[in-house]
Each structure stands twice: as structure tokens, then as C-alpha cells.
């Protein structure tokens, strides 16, 4: 079978130089909030857009025919596919248990002012607030020794992720307060008066609808700012060379779809393998068609894969083959 393995991931090697096409995007003028955008593309194409590189932001300004927007003072935008993630709070060290059950939030927070806003804060009340991550304060660590946990405040000034490592060199982690109990332990050890000081909590920011991990970005300037508050979904301004600007996603607009284009292709491969190994079994021929539908991926090739054996006029898709040649051939 080690054999086997060999031969189908030097194929798929081969489909993945001829499977990998580039996305075809397209423009819907009709307006719709950013949610109503996202499911009529899945409806009728793939997705919202993806925008991976200048190349697609060329592509989209060469694309747009900006006569077809309507003339109001916000014209020129469409949705793309990138939303800024404000429910993925979660804590520094996470064991996956119960951990978003409890927040202590300021009243009107967490609000992203000024739309950079993804770690925080605790005040000497337990109350918690959002924070731009680069900001510099104290922190406080925990200490976790089996089933006992204790907490230590370090009067050292840190941006957040400064005062993660901090934590993680010198003691455990930055603190958690997921419950009542942890949240009092946690505030007593912030000083009186209007200091505050770091907790593990943070949160993702801008992620692409269709789950790609792309870290392309082509905000314009000063963008984004969460200007007008719950600014969480994002618009490309065609009359600005195609830049990126934060919206609230309830605002109407056209809208760019992108759709991965169907590609067919046949390859036929040879395999050498171990005798007692019947390859026209059902389970056998499964699990080859797997084993290349993950090479294919691991090889950068995108959307939807749909993989199957072309079977032989005798019902069968192998047969020995006692001449000798090479192991994997293109038709």
C-alpha cells in the first residue's frame, strides 16, 4: 500500500500544474446589504469576492462600468467578501470550554472605535473594554499549577502581544476571567484609580468570506475607522482605484461576485502494488480518489473538486499490465 500512496500523490502532482484557473469575478449592480450579497452569490456563483493580489484589483478596475452605479453621493462602492469578525472573542489560553458563557463588557462596549480595536482591557470595577492592541498598559498573568490557577499583576507597561509573551515566558499565560469568581480574583489586583491593565481576551479581525487565510489588504487611507460605528463589512470605491473602505453592512450597494470556473480533465495513471491488493474494490478506489483530492488541495487547487474512475467497456477501471513502462503517463 506504501507504494500506492507514492504513485497517487505523484499524480495529483501532476493535475495540480493544469487544475488551478483563476477565479472569474462578476459585477451585480443590483443593491443589497452586505448579508443579502453574500447569499445570492453563493446562490449563483461561488461566492463574495475574494481579492488576493493587485493583479484582482486591476482585474476588478478593468471590469467595472461605473455608468451603470447610481449618481449619489456613496456611488462608486461594491461589497466584496471581507468582514471584520466582532463575535470571535476568545481568551489567550483557551481550552475550548465554556469560555465565551461569560463577559463583563463596560456598557457600550466592546464598539471597535476607530475600527482597530481587538484586545482587552480591565478596569479596577472588573468592567472590560476593548482596546487597540498597540496601546501600551500593565497586565496581569495567571499561573496555572495543576487544578490551581492564581493571578499576578505586572506593573510593566506592554502592548498586548508584548505582554502575552511576557505572561507565557514568566508564568502561564495572560489572565482569564471566565466566570464571576476568576473575573473578582482577576480586578483586585488592578490599582485603585483610573489605571487598567491587559486580560487574554482578543478577538480576530478581517476575514474573508470563504474562509481564505489571503492577508492582502488595499484599505484606503485612514481606513478603516468604524466612522459611523458598527462599520463591519467592506466596500471596494471604483472611482478610487478600486481601495477598500469599512461600511456598516446593512447599507445598500452592487455588489462583486467570483465563481470558479469548471475544468475537466481525464488522467490516466499506472500503479504498481502488492498482490493481495484488489484495486477494482470499491473501498480501495475510494480512498485513492481521497488520498488525490488532498494532494490536489495541498497543491493550491481551489473550489470545488469532484473526483471519479472512468470504468472500461468490461465494467472494471484497472487492469494488469505486464509491459513494461513508466508508472504514471498522461493520455
Request: with cysteine; charged share 30%; hydrophobic share 35%.
Amino acid at each position: 500500500m506504501e507504494k500506492l500512496v507514492l504513485f497517487i500523490a505523484a499524480a495529483s502532482g501532476l493535475w495540480a500544474v493544469s487544475l488551478n484557473p483563476e477565479r472569474q469575478y462578476h459585477f451585480v449592480y443590483e443593491q443589497k446589504n452586505w448579508t443579502e450579497a453574500l447569499s445570492h452569490c453563493r446562490l449563483y456563483y461561488t461566492d463574495l469576492a475574494t481579492i488576493e493580489n493587485m493583479e484582482d484589483v486591476k482585474t476588478l478596475n478593468d471590469m467595472v462600468d461605473l455608468n451603470k452605479f447610481d449618481k449619489s453621493a456613496d456611488s462608486y462602492r461594491a461589497w466584496i467578501g471581507v468582514y471584520n469578525d466582532v463575535s470571535s472573542w476568545r481568551w489567550s489560553r483557551s481550552d475550548g470550554s465554556d469560555e465565551a458563557e461569560f463577559r463583563n463588557w463596560k456598557p457600550g462596549q466592546p464598539d471597535n472605535k476607530g475600527g482597530h480595536e481587538l484586545c482587552a482591557e480591565i478596569f479596577v470595577s472588573g468592567e472590560w473594554n476593548d482596546k487597540p492592541c498597540d496601546k501600551t498598559l500593565s497586565a496581569i498573568c495567571s499561573d496555572v499549577r495543576g487544578q490551581n490557577e492564581t493571578f499576578v499583576f505586572i506593573d510593566k507597561t506592554m502592548t498586548w502581544a508584548q505582554a502575552q509573551s511576557y505572561c507565557r515566558a514568566h508564568h502561564t499565560d495572560l489572565a482569564s476571567a471566565r466566570n464571576v469568581s476568576e473575573n473578582r480574583r482577576v480586578k483586585e489586583l488592578v490599582p485603585a484609580g483610573d489605571r487598567s491593565a491587559w486580560i487574554g481576551l482578543f478577538r480576530d479581525s478581517w476575514k474573508w468570506a470563504d474562509g481564505r487565510t489571503s492577508t492582502f489588504r488595499y484599505w484606503k487611507t485612514k481606513e478603516p475607522n468604524n466612522q459611523y460605528w458598527r462599520e463591519n463589512c467592506v466596500a471596494a470605491y471604483f472611482k478610487h482605484s478600486g481601495n477598500w473602505e469599512d461600511w456598516n453592512c446593512d447599507w445598500k450597494k452592487p455588489f462583486v461576485c467570483y465563481s470558479d470556473p469548471v475544468y475537466k480533465q481525464a488522467v490516466r495513471i499506472r500503479l504498481e502494488k502488492n498482490a493481495r491488493l484488489d484495486l477494482n474494490r470499491a473501498a480501495v478506489m475510494d480512498d485513492m480518489l481521497k488520498l488525490v483530492k488532498q494532494q490536489l488541495q495541498a497543491h493550491g487547487v481551489r473550489g470545488d473538486i469532484t473526483l471519479s474512475w472512468r470504468k472500461q467497456s468490461d465494467g472494471n477501471v484497472f487492469h494488469s499490465d505486464t509491459k513494461k513502462t513508466k508508472k504514471i503517463k498522461n493520455p
